[in-house]
């Protein structure tokens, strides 16, 4: 009994079960949402305005979501941020597939569980409430009219009326309980269809991970995205056909309890088929890039075939459902199959490398990212650096003075040796300065060029290195200080990884590029996604370059570099 009335008491109990009785009035709206949207979609599916009326419910579905994720987050405490709104920076048909991507269907498919689910289950708990407030006040009913009614049973008298408190009693906590206990599974439900955006369908690049062609990226021509954005699809994609198949077994079971006659439920399966096909199709691409390139070769014309084949498929149905005759959706099939060839046509003929550019654009602004995140990283590491390092040396200097001159007067020999402490750690101080001045950009590096930095810097290690430089007077200064820790980080894990008897290294300039390659003869198995490596290829790509890493068990170990240097 304490634990029932620990939960009566409970706030979040009432949280609850405002949550679903709110889908009363919500569900109702966005039913009507959807089913104006999809309407409209469909009117207009064969002309040009089928584009500005998809996201015209894109947009209303993103924005009902929104508002039931802020409800979620009130009611049921639950974290959900909502599918939030693509930026605009990539371009028009870009953003177009991500306003229409997983969150999209996800939206959707919360919105119809609200309504399909929440409108029943909301009705039912307020007759449920509504009765047991009813059998409370029955003794009020009767004196203020000509009695109650109860059921079938017509109550005359207070005392009747009194036999009816007790169940109403018994009968409201009940229907409290039962409401914040059937909530309940809407939490999950929350938490995964109404999660916020993928970085890769909010960011102005469109990227979702490291660019085509690079080490440890994916096949060029599409993005796949981390295995936690793949998995985020894929959980989407299952939110959607599970909501899905309850409606259709929901409307399937009323179909034979009531009738058993036309099976309409197909009216509403065809359209749901249509939505969860387009879903699964975007996917697929997401997990298919190499689909884009070999059969497509553009992403938009990609998304468009898939499209049309389900609404053709969809139009089919209806035509099958209506009982055949005349197939009039040949003429939707050659519109779609004539818009399509000319889209082809026009963006093979007049913009050939307009896949080129596109991926261009991504590599440049995912790695103009990293490089920031290697800056910030390597920010840290200074100050780190500064403060461990010369900054203690610099206060145990300053005490060491002022201990001498507080002696200089009582004890000259001590503050002597104070002084003598004083220089050794001023010597010290200067030389971690230089060190670390070194390391951020090398002075010998300015005033003598690439090939005496390396020449110094080879001078340093222990390792037998031979050394091939040919380069054509200077280079830019950030190709310089690259291809200089480029050589620095390879000597390094060299030395402390491979035990190597011998290291190779080979610059030359040919043409416009700058090409650098680092081989040891060491044990291998070297990690390109290690933190040092993946810095290197950080500070390449951010020139637009390339770098690759060869590193098979038992060796050698090859780090190439490919620097644009301009002319």
Request: overall charge neutral; aromatic content about 6%.
């Amino acid at each position: 009994m304490s634990g029932l009335a620990h939960r009566l008491s409970a706030p979040n109990t009432y949280r609850r079960l405002g949550f679903l009785l709110s889908a009363f009035v919500l569900g109702h709206v966005w039913f009507l949402v959807l089913v104006i949207g999809w309407s409209l979609c469909a009117s207009v599916l064969i002309t040009p305005l089928v584009i500005p009326a998809l996201l015209g419910l894109a947009a209303a579905s993103r924005g009902c979501a929104q508002l039931e994720a802020g409800v979620a987050r009130s009611l049921l405490d639950v974290d959900a941020p909502g599918p939030g709104f693509p930026h605009r920076a990539a371009g028009f048909w870009r953003w177009m597939g991500a306003m229409l991507s997983g969150p999209f269907w996800r939206a959707q498919a919360y919105l119809l569980v609200r309504w399909l689910l929440g409108v029943p289950l909301a009705t039912v708990l307020i007759a449920l409430l509504a009765a047991s407030v009813g059998l409370i006040f029955a003794p009020v009913w009767v004196l203020t009219g000509d009695g109650a009614h109860v059921g079938g049973w017509h109550v005359h008298t207070v005392a009747q009326a009194l036999v009816f408190v007790p169940v109403g009693l018994v009968l409201l906590p009940a229907s409290i309980l039962l409401g914040a206990l059937v909530a309940r599974p809407f939490q999950p439900l929350a938490r995964s269809l109404l999660a916020a955006e993928s970085p890769s369908a909010v960011s102005p690049d469109g990227a979702g991970g490291p660019p085509a062609g690079r080490v440890g990226g994916p096949p060029a021509g599409g993005v796949m995205g981390s295995p936690e954005q793949r998995r985020r699809r894929r959980t989407g994609l299952r939110a959607h056909a599970a909501a899905d198949s309850l409606v259709l077994a929901l409307l399937i079971a009323v179909w034979a309890i009531t009738s058993r006659g036309y099976f309409w439920p197909i009216w509403v399966l065809l359209p749901l088929a249509l939505a969860l096909a387009i879903h699964g199709w975007f996917v697929l691409l997401g997990e298919h890039p190499e689909w884009v390139n070999d059969i497509f070769r553009s992403r938009a014309i990609a998304g468009f075939a898939g499209v049309c084949t389900a609404v053709e498929l969809y139009l089919i149905g209806v035509w099958a459902a209506a009982g055949g005759g005349y197939f009039w959706p040949v003429w939707p099939l050659l519109v779609m199959g004539a818009t399509g060839a000319v889209w082809v046509a026009a963006t093979w003929l007049s913009s050939p490398r307009h896949d080129e550019l596109t991926e261009r654009i991504d590599t440049l602004e995912t790695t103009r990212a990293g490089a920031v995140d290697e800056q910030e990283t390597e920010l840290r590491r200074i100050e780190r650096d500064l403060h461990d390092g010369a900054q203690a040396r610099l206060v145990a200097l300053g005490m060491s003075l002022g201990m001498a001159e507080h002696t200089l007067a009582e004890d000259p020999e001590r503050a002597g040796e104070l002084l003598a402490e004083a220089r050794v750690g001023a010597e010290q101080a200067l030389r971690e300065l230089r060190d670390l001045a070194r390391g951020i950009h090398p002075p010998v590096l300015s005033d003598r060029g690439l090939e005496a930095a390396i020449a110094a810097l080879v001078s340093s290690t222990p390792l037998p290195v031979t050394v091939s430089v040919s380069v054509d007077g200077r280079l830019p200064p950030v190709v310089e200080s690259t291809a200089y820790f480029v050589v620095s980080e390879a000597l390094a894990n060299a030395g402390k990884h491979a035990d190597p008897r011998r290291v190779t290294i080979d610059v030359r300039q040919v043409g416009g590029e700058l090409e650098l390659e680092v081989t040891d003869d060491g044990r291998g198995g070297a990690n390109p996604q290690g933190s040092g490596l993946r810095g290197l290829r950080r500070r390449v790509e951010a020139l637009d370059g390339h770098l690759a890493v060869t590193s098979p068990p038992g060796g050698p170990t090859t780090i190439r570099a490919e620097l644009p240097c301009g002319s």
